[in-house]
């Protein structure tokens, strides 16, 4: 079983900055990809950024305002995200994917977490 949880929402005004932490435990062999999806009111759960080995991908909207990074010793992977805008605002949710201590293949999502940009 591995859990995934996130921290370091919260409310933040227009401009500001949040930085999301992600912590993967449990029987871990390896992480592979480990990314952000968030989800407003009413609308589809989108990607927010992704990393892979050294790779990384970003949701359009992101336009280089996001920065995502991970600690692997710590199974860990973080979002930094500057210039907030009010349309940041959503539920956002870590998923991770890898490797068991069994070699079975796992992809683990957490239960979200708040990000309110708003004056």
């Known amino acids: 079983q591995v859990h995934v949880v996130e921290s370091g929402g919260g409310l933040v005004q227009p401009g500001g900055s949040l930085r999301l932490s992600c912590a993967a435990s449990?029987?871990?062999?390896?992480?592979?990809?480990m990314a952000w999806y968030r989800q407003a009111p009413g609308q589809q759960r989108e990607l927010v950024a992704m990393?892979?080995?050294?790779?990384?991908n970003y949701g359009d909207f992101v336009k280089g305002r996001f920065t995502i990074s991970r600690d692997n010793a710590k199974n860990t992977v973080y979002l930094q995200m500057n210039s907030l805008k009010t349309e940041d605002t959503a539920v956002y949710y870590c998923?991770?994917?890898?490797?068991?201590?069994?070699?079975?293949?796992?992809?683990?999502w957490g239960q979200g977490i708040q990000v309110t940009v708003s004056s």
């Open positions: 449990g029987y871990i062999f390896s992480t592979y990809t």
């Open positions: 990393i892979r080995g050294g790779m990384t």
């Open positions: 998923n991770v994917d890898g490797y068991s201590t069994s070699l079975l293949k796992f992809d683990s």
